[in-house]
């Protein structure tokens, strides 16, 4: 049953003359998906459209017979369905030596009634917004984070960290990478928002959070995101995806 509302914008930024990011949102199915490719231009962009291709076909068949999100079997489908995009693109770098090394991050979103399964692969985020606070659902799969975890640097270091981009897991990489699955409750008037790091190397939460609070359509919420990154520098592509709970 549809149960939200969704608009997503996609932009190269102001750096990079080629965009490597896709998004993808169903309504009836349930599903908002970013993929920010990674191993060039046409490496990346093949990537990050094979899994927008992929994924939805393969959530519609492999969480038939799923009733509820909240059950176990419903994280452990999602789970597989990453995995087999995993192995797909990575199959595909594999037949082309100059695509070697191909790979896209991914955060998708399934929301059911009022709950979402959120699930990603890299440094693509989910946020929760909800009473007017913003939360970061999910963690980086990031050499950043992993030294922020240890304490080896700052937040203010980690904004312009050398090894920014550097990921851990990943849509495509040789050994296996499983995603993080987490499930979440939902109340009309939530917002969801999935995003490339174009956006979160931009723009920190206090400036996206300020956006969200606005009261205007979703789609112009997508546009402020994207608009404010790019005048903010673009560094790198920028894609946004959102769904407000009805």
């Known amino acids: 049953m549809k149960t939200f509302v969704h608009a997503g914008l996609s932009h190269c930024g102001q750096v990079r003359p080629h965009n490597e990011d896709r998004w993808f949102a169903d309504s009836t199915l349930g599903l908002i998906v970013v993929a920010d490719g990674m191993g060039g231009a046409i490496g990346g962009e093949q990537a990050a459209q094979l899994v927008v291709d992929a994924l939805p076909p393969l959530v519609r068949r492999t969480m038939r017979g799923v009733r509820s999100l909240a059950d176990a079997l419903a994280s452990t489908r999602m789970r597989e369905c990453l995995a087999t995009v995993s192995a797909q693109i990575l199959a595909e770098s594999r037949k082309h030596p100059y695509m070697e090394g191909m790979g896209a991050a991914v955060v998708c979103a399934l929301i059911w009634e009022h709950k979402a399964l959120l699930a ?5 985020r989910a946020y929760l917004f909800h009473e007017g606070a913003l ?4 963690r980086d799969h990031s050499r950043v984070q992993m030294l922020l975890d240890r304490g080896e640097i700052t937040a203010e270091q ?22 993080d699955v987490c499930v979440r409750d ?9 995003c490339s790091d174009g956006l979160t190397s931009m723009l920190g939460e206090d400036e996206i959070q300020g956006i969200l609070h606005l009261e205007v359509p979703l789609a112009q919420k997508c546009a402020l995101l ?6 903010l520098g673009g560094d790198d592509n920028i894609t946004v995806v959102m769904a407000a709970i009805e």
């Open 186 to 194: 939902l109340v009309p008037g939530d917002q969801v928002l999935l």
């Open 135 to 138: 939360e970061q659902i999910t």
């Open 120 to 124: 990603h692969l890299g440094d693509s």
């Open 226 to 231: 994207v608009d404010t990154a790019n005048l």
């Open 158 to 179: 980690a904004a312009r960290h050398p090894a920014a981009g550097h990921l851990l897991r990943f849509a495509g990489m040789s050994r296996e990478a499983p995603a």
